[in-house]
């Protein structure tokens, strides 16, 4: 059974920087690929970053290089650092493991964590 819990949220003010850690278990991370996806009160979750199981990785359009998405094999445990937040970047931050991904697209699966809250914020 896989179990996935997201951690690394919280209050941060406009400028500033956030690393959320995903880790999961019950799944082999060398072998799958991981994604971050938020959603905002009243909008549609959307994708945030995607690593493919070689390392490849893939961002959303308003990523704009101010996010990293990384994995550690060994720790079961996938990374989003956030720099240069942006009000707009609050939202629940969720993280899915082990969805397709093929030319660039990842399709998520059922295996999602609870999330973890990000608000940007003077």
């Known amino acids: 059974q896989v179990q996935i819990v997201e951690s690394g949220g919280g209050l941060v003010q406009p400028g500033g920087s956030l690393r959320l850690s995903c880790a999961a278990s019950?799944?082999?991370?060398?072998?799958?690929?991981m994604a971050w996806y938020r959603q905002a009160p009243g909008k549609q979750r959307e994708l945030v970053a995607v690593i493919g199981s070689g390392g490849s990785t893939k961002y959303g359009g308003f990523v704009k290089g101010r996010f990293t998405i990384s994995k550690d094999n060994a720790k079961n445990t996938v990374y989003l650092e956030m720099n240069n937040l942006k009000p707009e970047d609050t939202a629940v931050y969720y993280c899915?493991?082990?969805?397709?991904?093929?030319?660039?697209?990842?399709?998520?699966?059922?295996?999602w964590g609870q999330g973890t809250q990000v608000t940007v914020s003077s």
């Open positions: 019950g799944i082999t991370f060398r072998s799958n690929a």
């Open positions: 899915n493991v082990g969805g397709g991904y093929y030319f660039g697209v990842y399709s998520p699966n059922d295996y």
